[in-house]
């Protein structure tokens, strides 16, 4: 696939400084040596800047972290904080709140990363089918090991034969269904989040060659909603797929919303 970006300065500037050092360990594990250059992709690049920006951020925002006199960043970040929780809990129920660090971790990461296109210099990390296949494979295995470690494998094991709130005649059925529905998520989560920011993406550069000024800018203010609402949906997902792998018949009767799936 084409790329939408010429190089990078920060992308040139990284693989100048760690190139040789990844292609030698690259060459002693026997792997393909990619060109000087390009050892490092820059989809990578751009996911360890977020993940080292956010890192600095919450460390600085730790240190003036106060319970009497608490700043305005503070105040916001406890606000985002609640909604994320009270999203967890809503489909998840009572356990939602345990799950929260995973649920936040994914959509701050996707939300800085699908912006992150809209910074000139910047890509999108996003728009490379590997990062949102890595989110997506993150949140598939995480709730089916929450699903065995919560209910026990054999128990979670008749969750696919008889998903909690389903009649018993419909087992067989089920039986066929629900493994090749589970897989199916991991296609839905990548390529839902992945097309939409790459056609965004390419709005923008199709745009921004044609008419380089003030033109593509209405397309960067829809990106930056549609950059939220797909994070959103994403953490959405989430929170279904968890709530469907730990709930238990109880949990199904007071949240029947957890298990709806999507």
């Known amino acids: 696939m084409e790329k939408l970006h010429h190089p990078l300065w920060i992308v040139e500037a990284i693989n100048w400084l760690f190139g040789p050092l990844v292609a030698a360990a690259l060459k002693a594990l026997g792997r393909p040596v990619p060109p000087p250059g390009a050892v490092i992709p820059d989809y990578l690049v751009m996911s360890a ?61 996707i939300l800085c990363a699908n912006l992150m296109g809209l910074v000139p210099g910047l890509m999108a990390p996003t728009e490379n089918i590997n990062v949102p296949l890595g989110c997506a494979l993150t949140v598939w295995f995480y709730y089916h090991i929450e699903g065995v470690r919560t209910q026990g494998l054999g128990h979670y094991a008749l969750h696919f034969a008889k998903p909690p709130g389903a009649p018993l005649f419909t087992a067989p059925l089920m039986l066929l269904i629900e493994p090749i529905s589970h897989l199916a998520r991991i296609m839905s989560l990548t390529l839902r989040l992945f097309g939409n920011v790459f056609g965004e993406e390419l709005v923008i550069a199709i745009i921004f060659s044609i008419i380089p000024i003030l033109a593509p800018v209405p397309m960067m203010f829809m990106g930056i909603i549609t950059g939220s609402l797909q994070a959103y949906i994403f953490l959405l997902l989430t929170a279904i797929y968890l709530g469907g792998a730990v709930a238990t018949e109880h949990d199904v009767e007071a949240h029947p919303e957890a298990v709806a799936g999507i």
């Not at 890192?55 to 503070?74: A, E, F």
């Open 49 to 109: 800047i977020i993940v080292i920006a956010l890192t600095v951020m919450c460390l600085l925002v730790r240190s003036g972290l106060s319970v009497d006199n608490p700043s305005r960043i503070q105040v916001l970040f406890e606000d985002g904080v609640s909604a994320l929780q009270s999203l967890m809990t809503d489909y998840i129920g009572p356990k939602g709140a345990k799950y929260l660090p995973l649920g936040a971790s994914i959509f701050i990461f």
